[in-house]
T-cell receptor
Framework: EPEVTQTPSHQVTQMGQEVILRCVPISNHLYFYWYRQILGQKVEFLVSFYNNEISEKSEIFDDQFSVERPDGSNFTLKIRSTKLEDSAMYFC?????????????FGPGTRLTVL | AQSVTQLDSHVSVSEGTPVLLRCNYSSSYSPSLFWYVQHPNKGLQLLLKYTSAATLVKGINGFEAEFKKSETSFHLTKPSAHMSDAAEYFCVVRGDGGYNKLIFGAGTRLAVHP
């Protein structure tokens, strides 16, 4: 069964450094998402992406964050200058359509630790 | 705005006994509701989803959920717990705005004892 993959599984970085989290969505999916889960807190929506554009973003997704789909298969989340509070599990998800209850398929996540 | 409240942060059951994980939702229109499960060090896996076709929804691994509009609830049940059911369970509602962002509850950690 097709699945969403994410790399790396763990990333440790120093505060102020740039990180890029990578995702490979399911191949025929058109809509892509990033979510994050800070330890002990809810899973939170960050951004949705369609047709090479951000379609919706949350208040969390400020100018430090960016997303792109550089080559038609990868979907990346970049954090330009990491802060301690960016430490979280980051999940990528994808779906085929925006039909009401269409399933979003999630990757296994990348655990980001900012020191 | 849409939201979900999971009424129990932890639930502990014995193997072979029923499981009930409670969820209440808030939505201004007919919601799309989901239950996802997260096993340790794994991603989020869809258990089941409510599509408005039937109020009793069957999912994987013997789980079911019943949509009750009058009670704004979408509780998850399983008749007989298995050790492998120990995990974190998330009740989720689809947000508005057209691009289907998901809004998660805080999660319920299910422990299953022998």
């Amino acid at each position: 069964e097709p699945e969403v993959t994410q790399t790396p599984s763990h990333q440790v970085t120093q505060m102020g450094q740039e990180v890029i989290l990578r995702c490979v969505p399911i191949s025929n999916h058109l809509y892509f998402y990033w979510y994050r889960q800070i330890l002990g807190q809810k899973v939170e929506f960050l951004v949705s992406f369609y047709n090479n554009e951000i379609s919706e973003k949350s208040e969390i997704f400020d100018d430090q964050f960016s997303v792109e789909r550089p080559d038609g298969s990868n979907f990346t989340l970049k954090i330009r200058s990491t802060k301690l509070e960016d430490s979280a599990m980051y999940f990528c998800a994808s779906t085929t359509s925006l039909a009401g209850a269409d399933t979003q398929y999630f990757g296994p996540g990348t655990r980001l630790t900012v020191l | 705005a849409q939201s979900v409240t999971q009424l129990d942060s932890h639930v502990s059951v014995s193997e072979g006994t029923p499981v009930l994980l409670r969820c209440n939702y808030s939505s201004s229109y007919s919601p799309s509701l989901f239950w996802y499960v997260q096993h340790p060090n794994k991603g989020l896996q869809l258990l089941l989803k409510y599509t408005s076709a039937a109020t009793l929804v069957k999912g994987i691994n013997g789980f079911e959920a019943e949509f009750k509009k009058s009670e704004t609830s979408f509780h998850l049940t399983k008749p007989s717990a298995h050790m492998s059911d120990a995990a974190e369970y998330f009740c989720v509602v689809r947000g508005d705005g057209g691009y289907n962002k998901l809004i998660f509850g805080a999660g319920t950690r299910l422990a299953v004892h022998p």
